[in-house]
Every structure is written in structure tokens, then in C-alpha cells.
């Protein structure tokens, strides 16, 4: 199993920009997570999905933030517009079903905004 | 709601030395505890859980972890160190049955040679 796929690994982009994170869960699996961690906050649970549809996004931290499933193979997280502020690294994680806890993580996308 | 403490928050210590990483969590019901590894530049991989049973649970890579449940803990242990556990480590609890794992802030281990 290739585990959870994230791109791109690296994004650098300038403040005001577009941002799109892109995961692919493990196949067969049907919850994923979008987490973001930074120094100061640690790992922090932004979104979570449920066979492609959203449960909770309660720690979406402004509407700048976007997610989408569109399909069980395929999830987006967007900021637009980004903020230096945002800069972290994002990691996607899924489960094989809901309620199932152990959380499979990808590489992660680490953001910097200028 | 639940949350998780790491009491420490850089650790050094020599190699063969042993270690233990505190971690508690705030949650009155039924947890699931995790202990997470995250090595340099690399993503975060499951140490060990905790759903039920024996408190007492090991883990990948000789660690192993002990579920007080009196004093809400999840300590992380390891008789002896190597040089390849520097890394940051992660306890995780989910309680409730809930979606999604809330995470502590991190512990951040370097063993020297």
C-alpha cells in the first residue's frame, strides 16, 4: 500500500495567494483528516470527512480555509487568500472507517507564505 | 471536550540511558490512547494505542506505555535509548468514540551519542 499521499510537499507562495493542498487517502479507507501543525499550536485538527462527506469543521480556523471531498480517493484543502500566518505544515490522515481512532498519516505539506 | 498535557517538552539524554515521557489527558469517559513518532522531516507513525484490556502496552521499537486510568496518564517508556529515537513524540487521545484525535504539544527527544 503506498499510505497516504500528499502534494506537494513543499509550497512557498506570496501572501494573497491561492493555496491548494491535495491528499489521496489509503484506498478502502473511508474518514480523512486534515491537521495542521505549527510550533506555537501544535497539531491541531482542522476537518474531518466521513465517506467524502464533512462531519466537522469546527477547527477550520477562518473561512479563508476550504475542504473538499469530491470522491473517496481524492480530498483539497484550500486558503485563498493565504497570510504568512498560515505557514505551517499540513498533514492529511485517514481511517479505514468512522470510529475506527488509528490515524494513518501522509509526509505533509509544509506551506510557507511570504 | 478533551485535551492532552506532555509535561516535557525537550528531553536530552545519553544513549543506553533510560526514558520516560510523561503524558495526561482531561476526559471523563472511555479513551483511546495513542503515542505518535515523528523523526526528522518525516511524517507521524503510530509508536502504540491503547483501546482496552491490558494497561500495559508495547509498542513498535522496544517502547512501551502504561494506561493509569486513576491518574488519567499515558506514560511512554523505553528501557534503553538509541541514538535513532531522536524525535519528536506525540501522546493522542480520542475519547468518546469521536472522530479525530486531539494531540499534545510534543515532546522533543535528542539522544546523544
Known amino acids: 500500500d503506498a499510505g497516504v499521499i500528499q502534494s506537494p510537499r513543499h509550497e512557498v507562495t506570496e501572501m494573497g495567494q491561492e493555496v491548494t493542498l491535495r491528499c489521496k487517502p489509503i484506498?478502502?479507507?473511508?474518514?480523512l483528516f486534515w491537521y495542521r501543525q505549527t510550533m506555537m499550536r501544535g497539531l491541531e485538527l482542522l476537518i474531518y470527512f466521513n465517506n467524502n462527506v464533512p462531519i466537522d469543521d469546527s477547527g477550520m480556523p477562518e473561512d479563508r480555509f476550504s475542504a473538499k471531498m469530491p470522491n473517496a480517493s481524492f480530498s483539497t484543502l484550500k486558503i485563498q487568500p493565504s497570510e504568512p500566518r498560515d505557514s505551517a505544515v499540513y498533514f492529511c490522515?485517514?481511517?479505514?472507517?468512522?470510529?475506527?481512532?488509528?490515524?494513518?498519516f501522509g509526509q505533509g505539506t509544509r506551506l510557507t507564505v511570504v | 471536550a478533551q485535551s492532552v498535557s506532555q509535561h516535557n517538552h525537550h528531553v536530552i539524554l545519553s544513549e543506553a540511558a533510560s526514558l520516560e515521557l510523561g503524558c495526561n489527558y482531561s476526559y471523563g469517559g472511555t479513551v483511546n490512547l495513542f503515542w505518535y513518532v515523528q523523526y526528522p522531516g518525516q511524517h507521524l507513525q503510530l509508536l502504540l494505542k491503547y483501546f482496552s484490556g491490558d494497561p500495559l502496552v508495547k509498542g513498535i521499537k522496544g517502547f512501551e506505555a502504561e494506561f493509569i486510568k486513576s491518574k488519567f496518564s499515558f506514560n511512554l517508556r523505553k528501557p534503553s535509548v538509541q541514538w535513532s529515537d531522536t524525535a519528536e513524540y506525540f501522546c493522542a487521545v480520542n475519547g468518546g468514540g469521536a472522530d479525530g484525535l486531539t494531540f499534545g504539544k510534543g515532546t522533543h527527544l535528542i539522544i546523544q551519542p
Open positions: 484506498s478502502g479507507h473511508n474518514s
Open positions: 490522515a485517514s481511517s479505514p472507517r468512522q470510529g475506527y481512532t488509528e490515524a494513518f
